[in-house]
C-alpha cells in the first residue's frame, strides 16, 4: 500500500462491476413496450336528406296528415325533393278510395322515373295495373307502377277498391337514385 497501487486498482475493480452489474441488468429486462394510440371514437356523419322522409309504417295511420285529394308531385331534381306542382313539400300523399283520388307523378327535368310500393305480404297491390318486381329485404312485396314517359305524368290511377287502408312506404327512384315517401290511403 505505500506504494498507492491498491486505491486505484479498488476503484478500477468497483468501477468495473458497477459497469458489468449495469449490463447484466440490462440483459434481464424485457424490451420496452411500445406505446399503443389510444383508440378515439369518432363520429360518423350522414349526408343530410334534401327533404323529410316520413315514417311510414304500411297499415298504419299516421295522426297528422295532409288531407285527402288528387295530387300531383313533382320529383326532383332529387330523388328526395318531392313537391307539389306549387312548390309546397309532398312526404306524404293521402287518397281516398271512395273519392277516386289518385296520385299523378312527374320527373321536373325529364329524368326517367319509377314509382315502387311496398305492400305486406298476403295484401293485394294499392292500385290496378302495378307489376310485381319481387320483395324488399324487410319481406315487404314490391309494386312497380309504370312511368314509360320521361317528360310526361304517371299516374297510380284511382287506389284499387280491395286496397287495405293505411300507410304505404314507396320509393321515388330517379335517375337511378332512390328515396322514400309514403302514400295514405283512406275509406
Not at 307523378?105 to 305480404?121: D, M, R, Y
Request: charged content about 15%; some cysteine; proline content about 14%.
Amino acid at each position: 500500500m505505500a506504494n498507492g497501487t491498491r486505491p486505484p486498482t479498488f476503484l478500477l475493480v468497483f468501477a468495473a462491476s458497477l459497469v458489468g452489474s449495469s449490463f447484466v441488468g440490462c440483459a434481464r429486462r424485457g424490451p420496452e413496450p411500445v406505446p399503443q394510440p389510444t383508440s378515439v371514437p369518432t363520429a360518423v356523419l350522414t349526408p343530410p336528406t334534401l327533404a323529410p322522409t316520413p315514417a311510414c309504417t304500411p297499415g298504419a295511420n299516421p295522426v297528422s296528415k295532409p288531407k285527402a285529394k288528387n295530387w300531383k308531385l313533382i320529383v326532383g331534381p332529387d330523388a328526395c325533393q318531392v313537391a307539389e306542382e306549387d312548390g309546397t313539400p309532398a312526404p306524404v300523399a293521402v287518397i281516398s278510395v271512395e273519392n277516386a283520388h289518385q296520385i299523378k307523378f312527374k320527373s321536373n327535368a325529364g329524368q326517367t322515373l319509377e314509382i315502387i310500393v311496398h305492400v305486406p305480404q298476403g295484401w293485394p297491390p294499392p292500385f290496378k295495373g302495378m307489376a310485381s318486381i319481387g320483395p324488399d329485404p324487410q319481406g315487404l312485396s314490391k309494386w312497380a307502377l309504370s312511368c314509360p314517359d320521361p317528360k310526361g305524368w304517371c299516374s297510380t290511377g284511382p287506389a284499387d277498391k280491395k286496397a287495405t287502408y293505411g300507410c304505404y312506404k314507396y320509393d321515388q327512384v330517379l335517375g337511378g337514385k332512390t328515396c322514400d315517401a309514403g302514400i295514405i290511403i283512406e275509406k
